[in-house]
């Protein structure tokens, strides 16, 4: 059974500081998603890395694909309060089966 | 397209009542998912389809939960006998079904049993 730890599960910190996310697992997977999901809604894509190593940066999001396609993480430069919210890595994997981690709740205080 | 789209929104119904609830994915997407998430916790995967053949049904998922796409287009995910475990928000996604395409996700459909 393929599983997606994330951590940690909640996050409060103040506006201006800096933040990471981690997203592990024992599988490979060929692509790994991350979303954000805010109350009441479904989950909006951010980013997709498929290469081993690969970085991606949306603005003050920077993510990033272990070499070994088993592992992600986001970093947040200066969080700011609109950056609160659930954020969710999502692996795909064998049958292009695509399945979430818990989540990280982040919240940032002003 | 106004993208993928789930009814109804919210419903409340009693102990062991059966719910149906329908996703109407994007035109072009062959890839339809199903999941259930409940407060605070990520989306639990239920059952997936390409076109109208269901691919998989997860193993924690009971016989009274079933799931359709008869057409490969619009899909209904019914519940029997409902429970008060039930009670989850229930999300629909679908994507192009190609390698790596993300999913599009409706704005879910919120059941709570009383």
């Known amino acids: 059974t393929q599983l997606l730890e994330q951590s940690p599960q909640f996050l409060s910190i103040q506006e201006g500081e800096n933040l990471t996310v981690y997203c592990n697992s024992s599988?490979?997977?060929?692509?790994l998603q991350w979303y954000r999901q805010e109350p009441g809604e479904g989950p909006v894509l951010l980013v997709t890395?498929?290469?081993?190593?690969e970085v991606k940066k949306l603005k003050r999001l920077t993510f990033q694909f272990g070499d070994a396609r088993k592992d992600s993480s986001l970093h947040i430069t200066a969080a700011q309060p609109g950056d609160t919210g659930l954020y969710l890595c999502?692996?795909?994997?064998?049958?292009?089966?695509?399945?979430f981690g818990k989540g990280t709740r982040l919240h940032i205080l002003p | 397209d106004t993208g993928v789209s789930q009814n109804p929104r919210h419903k409340i119904t009693k102990r062991g009542q059966n719910v149906t609830f329908r996703c109407d994915p994007i035109?072009?997407?062959?890839?339809l998912y199903w999941y259930r998430q409940t407060l605070g916790q990520g989306p639990e995967f239920l059952t997936y389809?390409?076109?109208?053949?269901?691919?998989?049904k997860s193993r924690l998922l009971s016989d009274r939960f079933s799931a359709e796409r008869p057409k490969g287009s619009f899909s209904t995910l019914e519940i029997q006998r409902t429970e008060q475990g039930d009670s989850a928000m229930y999300l629909c996604?679908?994507?192009?079904?190609?390698?790596?395409?993300?999913?599009?996700f409706g704005e879910g459909s919120w059941l709570t049993v009383v």
């Open positions: 599988s490979v997977f060929s692509s």
């Open positions: 389809f390409q076109n109208e053949a269901q691919l998989e």
């Open positions: 999502a692996g795909e994997g064998r049958d292009d089966k695509i399945i």
């Open positions: 890395v498929v290469t081993g190593g």
């Open positions: 996604a679908s994507s192009l079904g190609t390698n790596r395409s993300p999913l599009d």
């Open positions: 035109s072009e997407h062959n890839r």
